[in-house]
């Protein structure tokens, strides 16, 4: 799947800026489940979209599944939006991948 149609909906962006804000140690969908108030059936779709566009890695820690945003995949994509949607706006664009990561 395509990584920007991955984000284009509310709840998956959502799930990916909660995992980068924990960081490398991730979180098991339970815990992501309660944080964003998703049930889940509903928290496995969106799980398994960002898992197959590369923006999640998972793991499976016994009958749990831990999820971490793949950082490299949020940084290639942020170059990305910035070289072909940014371009021209030096200054604006060169604060654009702080601001993706960091919105709570």
Do not use: W
């Not at 980068?20 to 979209?49: C, K, W, Y």
């Not at 945003?69 to 949020?74: D, E, R």
């Not at 290639?76 to 664009?93: T, V």
């Amino acid at each position: 799947m395509n990584r920007l149609a991955a984000l284009s909906q509310e709840t998956r962006l959502d799930i990916l800026r909660f995992l980068v804000r924990m960081g490398p140690d991730g979180a098991i969908a339970g815990r992501i489940g309660e944080e964003l108030g998703q049930g889940s059936a509903t928290l496995a779709f969106h799980l398994n979209i960002l898992t197959a566009a590369g923006l999640l890695m998972r793991e499976k820690r016994g009958r749990q599944n831990l999820y971490r945003a793949n950082i490299s995949a949020v940084h290639a994509l942020s170059a990305y939006l910035l070289e072909n949607c940014c371009a021209g706006a030096e200054e604006e664009s060169a604060e654009a991948p702080a601001q993706f990561v960091n919105q709570a």
